[in-house]
């Protein structure tokens, strides 16, 4: 599978099957992770791989939409330095760089995934025993599409590129 291949199969799946995934299936994902891109190669990130039922049960607590982490068969918690307001900016962005890899790297392996945000992160820390400077503000479900998940993509969602590009400035779209 191509990357735009990759890209344009992308769905967030939030039912998976019971098929677990391999050792090697997690780590070609988590290499994905570790090879994206980061500001100054930073890479300001670690992983912690959660497969245990209950500590994912537990995770899925920690924010509002987190249910499908309750349902996966492994979940990746993105953890970052827990660093000043002004420079939690390009450390997000990066995270984000980070999740899309592993995101990508998993639909060309059959796997699918969804993102969520931590709402409660003092909760979170506690599940993943946090040091005081690491933060957790992601985590990424992943597993097998159940059979729910594995119909046709609907057509539409997105908005046409015509509306979202500008050329040069604000006001210049073609």
Not at 146 to 162: I, K, N, T, V, W
Request: neutral net charge.
């Amino acid at each position: 599978m191509s990357v735009w291949e990759a890209i344009q199969s992308k769905r967030a799946v939030r039912h998976f099957s019971d098929q677990p995934l391999s050792d090697e299936v997690i780590e070609r994902i988590l290499h994905a992770g570790r090879r994206a891109q980061s500001s100054k190669n930073t890479q300001p990130w670690d992983f912690i791989v959660v497969r245990d039922r209950e500590r994912l049960e537990a995770l899925s607590k920690t924010g509002a939409y987190l249910a499908p982490v309750a349902r996966a068969q492994m979940c990746i918690a993105i953890v970052t330095p827990n660093v000043a307001p002004e420079d939690a900016n390009w450390i997000a962005f990066d995270a984000g760089q980070c999740a899309a890899y592993m995101q990508l790297a998993a639909q060309e392996l059959g796997v699918g995934s969804v993102i969520g945000a931590v709402h409660f992160p003092e909760e979170a820390r506690g599940v993943l025993r946090l040091p005081a400077d690491k933060r957790v503000d992601a985590v990424i479900s992943f597993g097998y599409p159940a059979p729910s998940e594995q119909g046709p993509l609907r057509a539409g969602g997105r908005r046409p590129l015509a509306e979202m590009v500008h050329w040069e400035t604000w006001q210049e779209k073609p």
